[in-house]
């Protein structure tokens, strides 16, 4: 379910929120996939391909969310979300974290599947006292990646679901967006951008958007900018240790 360019170009060759994954270290991460050869595709990468199991399984219900467990240990216990979206339209929520509070509103009609994970997840304390290991602070591509509570870029919930993608995303600031390790690998891991990032392509679901307030919050951390430690663009982050405390629906 989501690293620094130090100079864009050398940077967007490295990638491939959330997001893609590293082949290194199977992280879940935020980066342009667009300019990534296919031996870049990580680990992560679902594989089920056998048409014969394709052809067994029966198709979700009209409707319907498919979240399939991965085989992966969860970074915490949780259960599998409920396949029938619990909220629609607007969700609003507030992120608590050392940076202050970050309001969002997460978009339920366009990415029911996307936010139906986010909600079961929040509400069931899986985001609660997990690091935001990860800023990227490139003008072209400028995100602090979250929802890893093991804080190691390559924890997820245990579970994987399909991509909700028009093809026509932009990630413009204030933007909350997956972290992906491929297509169709959507976890727990995701990326609020805190400026306009032309430097990602259109394979990341876009599922909500951060409120002026919490962008101010954002944007002031990312002037510090970030360590440059990741191999695939960004690091830690040079304002300090950014975690989120808990996240409340409603």
């Known amino acids: 379910m989501l690293k620094r360019l130090v100079a864009v170009s050398a940077t967007l060759a490295c990638l491939s929120l959330a997001a893609c ?35 067994e399984s029966e198709a979700p219900a009209a409707g319907a969310c498919e979240y399939v467990e991965d085989g992966s240990t969860a970074a915490k216990p949780v259960d599998l979300p409920p396949s029938e979206p619990t909220v629609s339209g607007e969700v609003k929520i507030v992120f608590k ?26 509400e069931q304390g899986f985001f609660d ?15 602090l990646q979250c929802g890893d509570p093991s804080g190691t870029g390559s924890g997820g919930p245990g579970y994987s679901f399909a991509d909700e993608l028009t093809g026509q995303e932009t990630y413009p600031a204030g933007t909350l967006a997956m972290a992906n390790a491929g297509p169709d690998t959507n976890g727990s891991q995701f990326f609020f951008v805190f400026n306009d990032s032309p430097g990602l392509t259109a394979n990341y679901n876009v ?25 695939a663009g960004g690091g830690v982050p040079n304002a300090g240790p950014i975690d989120i405390q808990s996240v409340t629906i409603g």
Request: with cysteine; proline share 10%; charged share 20%.
């Open 21 to 55: 994954g590293n082949e290194a270290d199977g992280d879940e991460t935020a980066a342009d996939p667009s300019t990534s050869s296919s031996s870049e595709t990580t680990s992560e990468t679902p594989s089920e391909t056998p048409s014969e199991s394709s052809s």
């Open 97 to 122: 974290t050392t940076l202050g509070d970050i309001p969002a509103t997460l978009d339920a009609d366009a990415t029911p599947c996307t936010v139906n994970s986010f909600v079961s997840l929040a």
């Open 129 to 143: 006292d997990s690091p935001c290991p990860r800023m990227a602070t490139d003008p072209a591509f400028g995100i």
């Open 207 to 231: 599922f909500g958007t951060v409120d002026p307030a919490g962008l101010k919050l954002l944007t002031t951390a990312a002037k510090k900018g970030d360590d440059g430690s990741h191999p």
